[in-house]
C-alpha cells in the first residue's frame, strides 16, 4: 500500500494550487485534447515529441521530489506503486506496472483521461495517441531506476483512442 | 449577491479529491485532471520556438484559439453542470454575475489571481492577474519576453465574454478577442486582459 498523502500533498497557498510544494495546475480535457490536437497538426513528429517530452521532463521532476520527501519509499515495487497512486490522484486514469526493470518493461493502462477526453472530443483515431501518457511512464521509469531524462523509449503498441481493449507501452532503453 | 469565490474553491478542492474507479475526475460538467504547471508552460513555449520566429504570429493564435475553444467549451459544461447549479446559480442575480462565478472557477482550477477590472456589458472586459502561472513559467525558463505570454488566459478572457454575450452554444465562440496589454512575462507589474467584440 503506498504511503502518499495526498490530502497533504494537494492544497492551497492563496490563489495558487500546489502539490507537494510544487506549482500544479487543474485543466480539463477540453484544453488538453486541443492541446495535443494543435500539436500534432501543427508540428506533426515534432510535435508529439514536444508532448512526450514535455510529460516526461514534468513527472521526473514531480516524483524525484516526491521520492526525496517519502524516503520510506525506498524499493522498485513501492515506488511503482507510489507512481500507479499519482496517476490515479491526478486524475490521469489507472495504470499498471506489470513487468518493469531498468532496462524496460510493458505497462498497461485500462482507463485514462486522455483516452476519454480524446474520445468524447475527437472520436477514434487511427494512431496510437497517449503521448502524454509515454512521457509519463518515461518519466517515472528514469526516477525509478535513476538514469537520466531521455534514457527511456516507450511506444504504445495497443490504444484505446484506436477502439483497442487496453492501453499498452513498451518500455526499452536507448541501449538496448 | 456577490460571489463567494472561496465557496467555490472548497467545491473545487473537494471535488477533485472525488475520482471514479476508472481514475477520472468528472467535476462541473468536464472531465478534470491536475498537474504540473511547468508541463503547460514548456508546451505552449516550446511550442513557439519550435514554430520559428517567421510564424510567431500564428503559434501565438493557434495557443490563443485553442485556448478560447475549450474556455467556450469548458465553462458552458461549468455553468451547465450541477454542481454550478448547487453552488454558484444561487449567487448569481445578472447575466454579469457569471463572469464573476467563471473568475472564481478559474482562481481554484490554480489559473492565477484573476480578477475583474472592469466590465461594460456586451462590450468589454478587462481582467487583471498579479500571478498568472503562465508569466510566472515563462520568467522561471526565459529572459523577459518582448510581448504578452499568457496565451490560455487570453483565449479564455475571450471565451467568457462569447459565453455570456455571443449567440447561443456552440455558435458565438471567437465573438470576442482578447488583448494582453500587460504581462509580467515582458516586465509588467501584472497582467491585464482586455476582451472586445471581434472585428469583422
Redesign the interface.
Known sequence: MTALN??KE?S?E????V?SG???????????M??Q???ED??GE??VQ??F???E???Y??FRHLIDQYNQIKTTKSKLEMAATL????????IHFQTTGPSGGRIVS????HV??WL?KYGRRHTPGCHFTRGWIAGIMATTYNRPLGEYIVEETSCKMMREPECVFNVTTHKT | MTIDGNKI?HA??EG??I?EA????PLFG???????????N??SF??EI??GKSRTAE?ES??IQ??Q???Y??FH?IRNSWEWEKIVQPMIENKEDQIEGFIAVA???????LEVKKLVPDEKLVIRVG?S?EA?GYLDRYDPAGSGKCY?LRGVAGAFMDLIYGEDYPDGCFAFTAEEPFCRAKGDVYCEFIARKSSG
Open positions: 495526498w490530502q494537494l492551497r492563496g490563489h495558487r494550487v502539490f510544487q506549482p500544479f495546475t487543474m485543466h480539463c480535457h477540453h484544453y488538453n486541443n492541446l490536437k494543435t500539436l501543427t508540428l515534432e510535435g514536444l508532448l517530452q514535455s510529460a521532463e514534468s513527472n521532476n514531480i496517476f490515479q490522484y491526478c486524475g490521469m486514469g489507472v485500462p482507463s485514462s483521461h476519454t477526453g468524447a | 474553491i473545487v478542492m477533485s479529491r475520482r476508472k481514475g477520472i475526475i468536464v472531465y478534470l485532471s491536475i498537474f504540473s504547471t511547468q508541463y503547460y514548456r508546451l516550446d511550442f519550435k514554430m503559434s493557434l495557443l485553442a485556448a475553444e475549450c474556455g467549451a469548458t459544461g482562481v481554484a482550477f490554480g489559473w492565477g489571481d500571478d502561472y510566472s490560455m
